[in-house]
């Protein structure tokens, strides 16, 4: 593990180039920020899942406000997604740390998330900003609701919050991409201020680092809103679907190692 000053210029970096590169593929830098917290930083667990939500804290109020000067706040898919989400996090941040505080056990979990949302940015196409990708179902709010609570709980156990999984999903369903983008954005934000606040409240009653790391988190954070930005200003020079297959054959490669790290 990295010290004296060299974690937070480490974390801060990395989080500016990872966000950089997984902002045009359509993701959250959470994604790949937790692997690297784990196999460089040396994050213990399960701190590391909310020093991972800290990111999102810090990084997503930028791009929500990009949303915002631009009339794109949401709306009602916003709070649907909120009131799902919100129940879901602290719900998974309670497994995070009563059943799952271990690093094998959770590298089972990492896995068999990785895997999976790899493969799905490899082999699909990005749905471009203000289409839908075929007839539009739009699905009942309560089966939202209940989707967006196991994302919300997804989010508390790995440290991401959400967005990465209810975008695809709801622009499957035919919702407009510029529609989507600032909903999930929205319900990340607000799942990521309740994981937070939820580890930090078990904190005070469990043994060992269940806190988040506020320095390394901050500092991901401040690279990340950076790195963001930047990326979404070269989106449009950069060959997005090379970007995308790229990010996914690496997601797909770090969760191919979580899953023999816990066969091991």
Request: hydrophobic share 55%; charged share 5%; proline share 8%.
């Amino acid at each position: 593990m990295l010290g004296g000053g060299w974690t937070e210029a480490a974390a801060l970096v990395a989080a500016f180039l990872i966000a950089m590169v997984a902002t045009p593929a359509g993701i959250s830098g959470a994604v790949l920020l937790l692997p690297f917290q784990v196999s460089v930083l040396g994050t213990p667990s399960p701190a590391v899942t909310p020093t991972n939500l800290l990111y999102n804290v810090v990084a997503t109020p930028g791009a929500l406000y990009r949303y915002w000067r631009q009339g794109q706040a949401g709306g009602r898919l916003a709070l649907v997604l909120i009131a799902g989400t919100l129940p879901g996090v602290v719900a998974g941040s309670v497994i995070r740390v009563e059943l799952l505080p271990g690093p094998k056990v959770f590298a089972i979990v990492a896995a068999a998330f990785l895997i999976p949302l790899g493969i799905w940015l490899a082999l699909t196409r990005p749905a471009p900003a203000g289409t839908r990708t075929g007839p539009r179902r739009v699905l009942p709010a309560a089966a939202l609701i209940s989707l967006a609570a196991v994302v919300g709980c997804i989010g508390g156990i790995y440290g991401i919050g959400g967005g990465s999984i209810l975008a695809p999903i709801l622009i499957g369903s035919g919702r407009p991409a510029s529609q989507v983008a600032p909903a999930a954005l929205a319900s990340t934000f607000v799942t990521s201020v309740a994981g937070v606040v939820t580890f930090t409240v078990l904190s005070l009653h469990q043994p060992g680092p269940v806190a988040p790391d506020w320095p390394t988190g901050i500092a991901l954070g401040v690279g990340g809103l950076a790195g963001g930005y930047a990326g979404a200003r070269l989106q449009s020079r950069l060959p997005e679907l090379l970007i995308r297959r790229l990010v996914g054959v690496l997601v797909i490669a770090i969760g191919v190692r979580y899953l023999w790290l816990s066969l091991g």
